[in-house]
C-alpha cells in the first residue's frame, strides 16, 4: 500500500502541474505575460519539488528496522522521479525564456 501511496502522490503531483502548465497555456494572453505567469508556476513547482526530496531524504535518515526497508525503496523511488521532474521543469523552463518567432510578431 506504501508502494502505492507514493507514486500516487507523485502522479497526483504531476498532474497538477500539468493542468496549470496547460491552463497558463490556452489562456488567452500576450506570449510575454503567459511565459511570465508559466515561469513563476514552474518555480513554485520546482520549489515544492525540493521540499518533498528534502523530505523524503529525511525519512530515509529515520528508517531503522527491516519493515522499513520496503519503505526506504519506495522513498529513494519517489526522490528519483522528483530529481526527473525537476530536470524536466528546468528544461520547459529554457524553453519558455525562449520566446518563439510568431509570439514576437504578435507583441508589436
Same mark, same amino acid.
Given at each position: 500500500?506504501?508502494?502505492?501511496?507514493?507514486?500516487?502522490?507523485?502522479?497526483?503531483?504531476?498532474?497538477?502541474?500539468?493542468?496549470?502548465?496547460?491552463?497558463?497555456?490556452?489562456?488567452?494572453?500576450?506570449?510575454?505575460?503567459?511565459? @511570465?505567469? *508559466?515561469?513563476?508556476?514552474? &518555480?513554485?513547482?520546482? +520549489?515544492?519539488?525540493?521540499?518533498?526530496?528534502? !523530505?523524503?531524504? /529525511? =525519512?530515509?535518515?529515520?528508517?531503522?528496522?527491516?519493515?522499513?526497508?520496503?519503505?526506504?525503496?519506495?522513498?529513494?523511488?519517489?526522490?528519483?522521479?522528483? @530529481?526527473? *521532474?525537476?530536470?524536466?521543469? &528546468?528544461?520547459?523552463? +529554457?524553453?519558455?525564456?525562449?520566446?518563439?518567432? !510568431?509570439?514576437? /510578431? =504578435?507583441?508589436?
Amino acid at each position: 500500500m506504501a508502494k502505492n501511496g507514493g507514486n500516487s502522490f507523485l502522479g497526483f503531483v504531476a498532474g497538477a502541474a500539468a493542468g496549470a502548465l496547460l491552463g497558463v497555456l490556452f489562456a488567452p494572453d500576450k506570449g510575454k505575460n503567459t511565459r @511570465e505567469r *508559466l515561469t513563476f508556476k514552474l &518555480d513554485k513547482y520546482r +520549489e515544492d519539488l525540493e521540499d518533498l526530496v528534502e !523530505d523524503l531524504l /529525511e =525519512e530515509r535518515k529515520v528508517a531503522v528496522t527491516a519493515a522499513k526497508s520496503e519503505g526506504q525503496r519506495v522513498i529513494d523511488d519517489a526522490i528519483k522521479h522528483a @530529481e526527473e *521532474l525537476m530536470g524536466e521543469v &528546468d528544461a520547459l523552463k +529554457e524553453r519558455i525564456a525562449t520566446p518563439a518567432l !510568431d509570439e514576437e /510578431e =504578435e507583441d508589436k
